[in-house]
């Protein structure tokens, strides 16, 4: 089960947060929002991910997958970074 979520301010971080902790990866779709709380929101979900030990990949632009820690889907390419 994936959460898709589309933010319409920043103030709905919280949601982000609140499924991510609880396990559930998240879609976090910011094609709606403006440019400077759309990076606020990738800031926060960038902490939010290295502070859980998770992963977050971008599927489209302004579209980000979060993966909580020990769920699987990374892609091949973070296999080769892993290699060097």
């Known amino acids: 089960m994936f959460k898709?979520?589309?933010?319409q301010n920043y103030n709905e971080a919280l949601y982000v947060g609140h499924y991510f902790r609880t396990g559930v990866p998240v879609v976090m779709d910011?094609?709606?929002?403006p440019?400077?709380?759309a990076k606020q929101f990738v800031?926060?979900?960038?902490?939010?991910?290295?502070g859980r030990?998770?992963?977050m990949?971008?599927?489209?632009?302004?579209?980000?997958?979060?993966?909580?820690?020990?769920?699987?889907?990374?892609?091949?390419?973070?296999?080769e970074v892993d290699k060097l």
């Open 4 to 7: 898709t979520l589309c933010p």
């Open 30 to 33: 910011l094609t709606e929002m």
């Open 35 to 37: 440019d400077g709380e």
């Open 43 to 50: 800031d926060f979900a960038a902490g939010l991910v290295f």
């Open 53 to 55: 030990g998770g992963d």
């Open 57 to 79: 990949d971008r599927l489209a632009p302004r579209v980000f997958l979060l993966m909580p820690h020990g769920m699987a889907g990374r892609g091949p390419e973070a296999d």
